[in-house]
């Protein structure tokens, strides 16, 4: 538009046009529309009158804007600052906070108080499980290695961080890493005997084998005596012998009709007890027989669907069962939640308190003997509508809402970009279904596998803790997509949402944004997990998703190094 | 209402009354996008601008003895985005590429539209002279 007019017509006869002017007080002129401007004013007056004429407008114009400021009225400050109260969060932050609290005093702290009934003992659970050898013989020197890989761990997030700065460097550092692994990883389990049979093992009774033994096989047989741990694992599998150490199984039967000197450990179709065991017995079975000649010199912790006791256990019993039968000597406290029944029969003798949650009362023999009467806790099957739908079956899912909601946000606010990408990757539903079932089934699996391996004891452990935590994890990340897909939906039906957005959901969201599609989408996930049979599978279908969109994510960012989190 | 809601956002060290016109005006403007007459209204008569040389001895003229309360008055009669286009020039001083992206603008048209705004500015203080002459000489 800047233009000397030379055609001698009206006002504009040589000179500028005042948009000319006004671009060239505002510094907007080009380097060389800007020279002619200045030579041309430099010869027309009166067209540098018009330039101070306009440089005045504009001052008058500024200094009348300015002249009139004000301060804010105090009172207009204060009343929004009231209504920007974060009542949503605050009431997010309350709901984990009690959730928090009702898991602690709910489960873990009466949890831990049944352990120490049953003989576990210990002032803490971590202490118990770990520190005690409790579960495992071998965590007192496990413990130092988890420790170090743990360090490793927060090394390799870091380095996957500061990959873009660090590219050349990250080579060396993650064999520098794998280097100090192999180092640390335990050299406890390399004394060890192993045999591997493709049907029938058995260890012959005059033999003795001075170190822990692994065996597995179709058919396991130990008439021998095995002075450390054994470890057994097959479909029949006998110990007739003798045991030192403790027994670690897993298989479909295990019977026990020798001695063992320390703790069964089992993840089992069938445990039966004949004969003795020294110290605790913990395990995950179908079907638990302890018969009447059987003897558990310390407590049970089990978790079976058919539990018969009727032997001679010297401290507590702690589980959960479908059905429980107790008929024989108990010595210290048993706290039993049954889902069917709970049996005491004739033979029973029962010295510590007994407590016992279940949907009936119990069948107590006429003669058994109890040093207390049972304290019974008649609870309603959690199948059933009437606890579906009552008030403290709602306040538990609130509570655990509350809990997924902020295991969310703390995700959400510590890797922004992360979880945007996911919840993002989670749009390719077959894509993420397929590769969620594929890794969740394939992690369990290697986890395992890496236990048996020399190096792998470590590394199989943190897997498989790392894999609950990313189960947990996965429903939220599917909770975002949904809430964001709502959402969406929702403003495109309103016709608020640009035609971009309208064509695809895969746009990046803000984190406020999010917040509020997460808090949507377990809203709903959680009140679809309450219709039964049809929600279980659909929460289910939620995790795979969740985890296949998390596991692409994860497995893109590690091809192709991390960006902003 | 909107007002209410930014004043949160609001920075008391910078002036209340520019933050003000410009949250009203980001308002309309986000109403105006959404009915999509926001280009045709600010580009409407843009081929109607008056590119000449005007009478620098006028605008002195008119200029002269003009208070900050004149001014400020003849503001109040401008069109809406006509004086929200001088407030942000002028008074918090944005360039003529934020002034586009707050009015939701294409860049070429801010000096149109800022050119347009004087214009008006003008005519509004003319018409001030005129209506005080007129008061003096019944005065009289």
């Not at chain 1, 130092?144 to 390799?156: C, K, P, Y």
């Not at chain 1, 004739?346 to 107590?364: F, I, M, R």
């Not at chain 1, 008030?391 to 890797?415: D, E, R, T, Y």
């Not at chain 2, 926001?38 to 040389?53: I, W």
Request: with cysteine.
């Amino acid at each position: 538009m800047s233009q000397i007019d030379n055609s001698g017509r009206g006002r504009n006869e040589g000179h500028v046009d005042e948009m000319s002017c006004l671009q060239y007080l505002e510094g907007l002129l080009e380097r060389p529309r800007a020279l002619e401007f200045s030579a041309h004013t430099e010869q027309c007056s009166d067209c540098r009158a018009l330039l101070r004429a306009l440089e005045r407008e504009s001052k008058l114009l500024s200094f009348a804007l300015r002249e009139q400021e004000e301060s804010v009225p105090a009172r207009l400050l204060a009343g929004p600052a009231r209504e920007r109260t974060p009542w949503g969060w605050i009431v997010s932050f309350g709901l984990a906070a009690s959730g928090a609290y009702w898991v602690w005093t709910s489960i873990i702290d009466p949890w831990q108080a049944q352990l120490a009934q049953a003989g576990f003992g210990g002032s803490d659970l971590l202490s118990t499980v770990f520190i005690q050898s409790a579960l495992w013989k071998g965590w007192d020197t496990m413990w130092t290695m988890v420790q170090a890989l743990a360090v490793i761990s927060l090394g390799l997030v870091g380095f996957l961080l500061l990959r873009r700065t660090l590219r050349r460097w990250n080579t060396i550092a993650l064999m520098m890493t794998v280097i100090v692994a192999a180092l640390a990883l335990p050299l406890g389990v390399s004394a060890i005997e192993c045999h591997k049979a493709n049907t029938n093992y058995t260890l012959p009774a005059d033999r003795v084998v001075h170190d822990d033994l692994l065996v597995s096989g179709q058919t396991v047989r130990i008439d021998g005596t095995v002075d450390g741990d054994l470890f057994i694992f097959g479909q029949n599998l006998t110990v007739n012998g003798h045991v030192t150490g403790d027994v670690i199984s897993a298989g479909s039967m295990l019977t026990i009709s020798g001695t063992v000197d320390g703790n069964v450990r089992a993840s089992l179709g069938v445990l039966n007890i004949h004969g003795k065991v020294g110290k605790n017995v913990m395990g995950f079975t179908g079907t638990l027989l302890a018969e009447s000649q059987s003897e558990i010199g310390w407590g049970a912790i089990l978790y079976a669907g058919d539990a018969t006791m009727d032997g001679r256990i010297g401290r507590g019993i702690t589980g959960r069962m479908g059905h429980a039968s107790l008929d024989g000597f108990v010595g210290g406290d048993v706290s039993i939640k049954a889902n069917d029944s709970f049996d005491v029969g004739p033979h029973a003798q029962l010295l510590g308190k007994v407590q016992y949650t279940g949907p009936s009362q119990p069948a107590v023999a006429a003669g058994a003997r109890l040093s207390n009467p049972i304290d019974v806790n008649i609870e309603a099957k959690t199948s059933n509508p009437d606890y579906i739908f009552s008030g403290m079956s709602l306040w538990h899912k609130l509570l655990f809402w509350g809990a997924s909601f902020i295991f969310g946000l703390v995700l959400l606010f510590i890797a922004p970009g992360f979880f945007n990408e996911t919840v993002q990757t989670a749009d390719r539903f077959g894509v993420s279904l397929g590769v969620g079932a594929l890794v969740m089934i394939a992690t369990p699996v290697l986890a395992c596998i890496a236990c048996f391996t020399v190096v792998g004891l470590g590394i199989g452990i943190s897997t498989a803790l790392l894999y609950l935590i990313a189960l947990y994890g996965s429903k939220v990340f599917f909770a975002a997509w949904l809430g964001r897909g709502i959402f969406n939906w929702g403003r495109s039906k309103a016709g608020t949402a640009g035609p971009s957005e309208q064509q695809s959901f895969r746009t990046v969201t803000a984190s406020g944004a999010m917040v509020g599609h997460l808090a949507l989408g377990l809203v709903i996930l959680y009140a679809v997990r309450i219709v039964p049979y049809v929600g279980f599978w659909l929460a289910v279908m939620a995790v795979v998703w969740g985890f296949g969109a998390m596991s692409i994510t994860l497995f893109s960012r590690m091809r192709h190094g991390a960006a902003a989190i | 209402m909107k007002v209410r809601e930014k004043l949160g956002q609001y920075d008391s060290s910078r002036p209340f009354q520019a933050w003000l016109y410009k949250v009203a005006a980001n308002h309309c403007w986000d109403m105006l996008r959404r009915r999509r007459i926001r280009q045709d209204l600010e580009t409407e008569g843009v081929e109607e601008m008056p590119l000449e040389h005007p009478d620098p001895s006028q605008l002195d003229q008119l200029l002269e003895q003009r208070s900050s309360q004149d001014m400020r008055e003849a503001l109040a009669k401008l069109p809406s985005r006509s004086r929200m286009a001088l407030v942000l020039r002028y008074y918090t001083e944005m360039s003529y590429d934020e002034i586009a992206e707050s009015l939701g603008l294409r860049r070429n048209f801010v000096g149109v539209v800022l050119l347009r705004a004087r214009h008006q500015l003008r005519e509004a203080l003319a018409g001030q002279a005129n209506s005080q002459g007129a008061a003096a000489g019944r005065g009289q």
